[in-house]
């Protein structure tokens, strides 16, 4: 009898564990603010295509560090990406840049994470303190000399405020 009693309390105990690690589990807050990917069609980028993100913003108080993804699979014929960025803010003023994501290193050897799909997260930009609230629209444009860029599967902005 004490035995059958015993196992009771011992798989009450352990169903209480599981339901509270659950629980602080989801309890845990994400600086994230942000998060989106555009998929491109067949995992192909042409060059006449934006990709567009709108992040509202309405805490001036925080620092947010933005991130970039790639995703891109086999297919895709280069070691990095050239992109077009431009940033709007709510005001109108524009403010443009250029640089290079490199995906894989000079044997091929993709940097991001998976197998035949790949994910590489870069610090797009430093933790910034946006100056008004409103909604930031950045928008990417492929700067490879190919029209259509094969293998380039997803691309995504994170914002996160900083600690």
């Known amino acids: 009898m004490k035995t059958a ?14 339901w ?15 998060s989106e990917f555009y998929s491109f069609p067949d ?23 933005i ?3 790639v995703r891109n699979n086999n297919q895709y014929p280069f070691r990095n990406l050239w ?19 490199k995906l894989a290193d000079v044997y091929g ?3 991001g994470n998976g197998v035949s ?3 590489l997260s870069i610090l797009y930009e430093k933790p910034v303190q946006y100056p008004d609230t409103g909604v930031y ?13 094969e293998g380039v599967s997803d691309l995504g902005l994170r914002v996160e405020t900083v600690d």
Request: proline share 2%; with cysteine.
């Open 43 to 65: 995992a192909q980028w042409d060059a006449k295509d934006t990709v567009r993100f709108e992040v509202p913003v309405s805490d001036l108080f925080n620092a947010y560090a």
């Open 83 to 101: 992109l077009f960025a431009e940033l709007q803010k709510p005001d109108g003023t524009l403010r443009l840049d250029t640089f290079s994501v």
């Open 5 to 18: 009693r015993n196992r009771h309390s011992i798989r009450i105990m352990g169903i209480f564990a599981v």
């Open 117 to 119: 799909l790949y994910s």
């Open 109 to 111: 050897k993709w940097y």
């Open 137 to 149: 629209v950045y928008r990417f444009r492929q700067g490879m000399r190919a029209r259509v860029l």
């Open 20 to 34: 509270a690690i659950l629980f602080s589990l989801s309890a845990c807050s994400s600086n994230e603010i942000f």
């Open 67 to 69: 991130y970039l993804t």
